[in-house]
């Protein structure tokens, strides 16, 4: 008997491959890491020193949406 997670990895796994047959062998799937605290430290001194969130995202090679996100509003 298959536990439910082995069963949602299968499953998953599946819908992949479809994908990839539907799409002519391109997955278009979202790959993604979350920004380090070393990051976070960075963005903290940069955004002290008022470089802007594109320029920052340019330097660590982010979307300028995942440094902006990382950010705390200001209230």
């Not at 002519?24 to 380090?36: E, F, K, P």
Request: aromatic share 8%; charged share 30%.
């Amino acid at each position: 008997m298959m536990c439910s997670r082995v069963r949602a990895t299968l499953k998953r796994d599946f819908c992949l491959k479809t994908m990839c047959y539907q799409t002519g062998g391109i997955y278009h799937g979202h790959n993604y890491s979350q920004i380090t605290l070393e990051e976070r430290r960075k963005i903290e001194r940069w955004r002290h020193a008022r470089v802007s969130f594109d320029e920052i995202a340019q330097a660590l090679k982010r979307h300028r949406s995942t440094i902006m996100g990382s950010v705390p509003a200001r209230g």
